[in-house]
């Protein structure tokens, strides 16, 4: 499955791995398609350097990408405490609430909260930065708009190919006019921050925009068929998140989630501001109904929910709050239904892949 | 471009143009696809008969289908008058402030409604159907749930396959369990109708729960590359309407609404209740921001929602008051930028079908 931005990257096959997990995203790295590595959960830059250092070790000198989260607006000077002190009294009330409704037990004194957005504020995604380009990276994609043009710029001096995802042609075009190299078109049925054209309409159309720009097809995506669907809408690749989440590799760390994750059709996610401020497709939870309740304060904009939730979410986490318990995925969980191995996800992939080749050519006749 | 289903009907290529315009249909059918006429804006079996004639004169003997609008669940004896009497007044007064606030004409005296949704009740689709089934009609298709089993009966003992849109696996599964033929998985980015699960995953998830039964992919599709996207999701055909909207053949008597249809983007629409009760993807207006308005009633459920908003759409209509005028439409409308013959749009679906297999073959190394 070679494209021209799969063989510019040196891998076997246009899939694009995105996972918070170095385990994982090694793997798949190893199996022939290119892993990325969401730096999100990391704080300092010495955490991804210890895991990235990692990644070097088990990747067997094939590449891999990173992700990290920064936002396209410079905010000089603002500090996590200075965010903090903008978050209403009546919304912490609301979490503390909520939380004592379900009898999530407080986290240990001094215990730190596990979940963190910190890897958001922009002095963090650049101290990761400078952790990252010490290392072999081949693709640093941004979640949240264009990177700011330096960090594009420094990318582009050490060989590294920049990526952004978007929901909508204009987003892409914006990209593009940034100096951007490769637009992830992420559909409104992908896990995480996501708009509302589904990828059978935005992926075509943001190829149109970009043009001749490559475009990855991110949302949906967790078979061979899917593959087929992307690159017939003309992606040079597809950009899979949520499939790894119930791989042997993953650390969820959470037998209670992975579960939820298995038992979830593709009618059990919603688009909800709960857990950044921003729409992200996750687990529909009582967490997220809450947050969705005329009667609630409704959530804040992003950063002030993402800071706001954060011990919260580490607490549902820790204590395995089944109710409230979620995760950014998309509507592809209701075909996660069993836990296995990256290699033999990706072996799925592939042959599924071949085999929708084969059905599509016998449809036009070409068999 | 020739699946099981289409060999079966007897069609050169598996597209399947649903449409409410007898020309268009015929077109489609005579082009080589399988024109299907949306029936709801009949009323009496008479006028459908008329129409029925003028297919039979124009579409030199190609096959060719009825989509009908036919309530799953009986409700014996309920007359129209019964249902309008079922209509809160605070919700007419609504209907009337916001006709007013727009300076929306009255009808003439004596004029009719011309947007009718009497094709709902069932006592006319079955009258719609007594005259169907003297005409050579190959599909039967049924746009609100499975059609009454007696219902299925008399079209299978006519030859006419019966088809149901679903937009989740469970209402697909239920269908087949009706003794349905074909099942039409109407993802959420289509016009009309829809549920909340999206083409990429939706149409594979349809596949598999109804095995061996075929699937039309529905939703996002107005291109080649998005044929062979829905084919190679594993459907025996696609099924298109908004794309046909703005052909020459589409009566759609108004400048105005075509010209909003070639301007909107693909994030013009909006899934909303305002035109039937039930989320249908239409553009959003005026109108559907009214009916979304927390400080509005909201719309009541079908078939109250229909019933309470046809005059005040046929006035908006007759009026081309731009503001609040709409048509249920997906969010293929992106694409829809300019008015041509059938046949022109129907060469350049299986011409860039032809382009993205070629395509597909190359990325999988078999060209």
């Known amino acids: 499955m070679q494209t021209e931005l799969s063989t510019r990257l040196g891998v076997e096959h246009a899939v694009f791995g995105f996972t918070p997990f170095p385990a994982v995203a090694a793997a798949i790295s190893r199996a022939g398609g290119f892993g990325v590595l969401g730096a999100v959960r990391y704080g ?7 895991d990235l250092d990692w990644m070097e ?4 000198g094939r590449p891999y990408g990173l992700d990290v989260v920064m936002p396209a607006k410079k905010v000089e000077g603002v500090t996590e405490a200075d965010i903090e002190a903008m978050i209403p009294e009546g919304h912490r ?3 503390r609430e909520t939380l004592a409704k379900h009898g999530v037990p407080e986290l240990a004194e001094g215990e730190a909260s596990g979940w963190r957005i910190t890897g958001w504020l922009e002095q963090v995604a650049r101290s990761q930065l400078d952790v990252a380009f010490d290392y072999p990276v081949k693709l640093l994609a941004n979640a949240l708009g264009s990177p700011p043009a330096d960090v594009v710029a420094r990318a582009h001096d050490h060989g590294i190919l920049v990526a952004a995802l978007a929901g909508s042609a204009r987003h892409a075009l914006h990209h593009k006019e940034a100096g951007l190299d490769v637009i992830v078109a992420q559909g409104y049925e992908a896990g995480g921050h996501t708009g509302e054209i589904a990828s059978m309409v935005l992926t075509p159309e943001v190829v149109r925009a970009v043009d001749p720009l490559p475009v990855l097809a991110a949302g949906g995506i967790g078979s061979g068929e899917q593959i087929a669907a992307g690159l017939a809408l003309g992606a040079q690749g597809v950009w899979i998140g949520s499939l790894w989440l119930t791989t042997e590799e993953a650390e ?3 037998a209670a989630l992975i579960r939820k994750l298995l038992a979830a059709g593709s009618g059990d996610t919603v688009r909800s501001r709960a857990l950044t401020g921003k729409p992200a497709r996750q687990l529909r939870t009582e967490w997220t109904d809450a947050w969705e309740d005329p009667d609630g304060p409704g959530p804040l904009p992003m950063p002030l929910q993402g800071l706001l939730v954060a011990e919260a979410v580490s607490r549902i986490q820790k204590y395995e709050v089944e109710p409230l318990l979620g995760t ?3 509507q592809i969980v209701g075909r996660m239904d069993s836990v296995r191995p990256v290699q033999a996800v990706f072996d799925d992939l592939t042959r599924g892949f ?7 050519n016998r449809i036009a006749g070409r068999a």
């Not at 300092?44 to 210890?50: H, N, T, V």
């Not at 070790?57 to 067997?60: I, Q, S, V």
């Open 328 to 330: 950014p995925v998309g």
């Open 44 to 50: 300092a830059g010495e955490e991804l350097a210890r």
């Open 252 to 254: 969820l760390h959470s």
């Open 93 to 95: 009330a609301f979490v």
């Open 57 to 60: 070790a088990h990747t067997d």
């Open 354 to 360: 071949e085999r929708a080749i084969d059905r599509v």
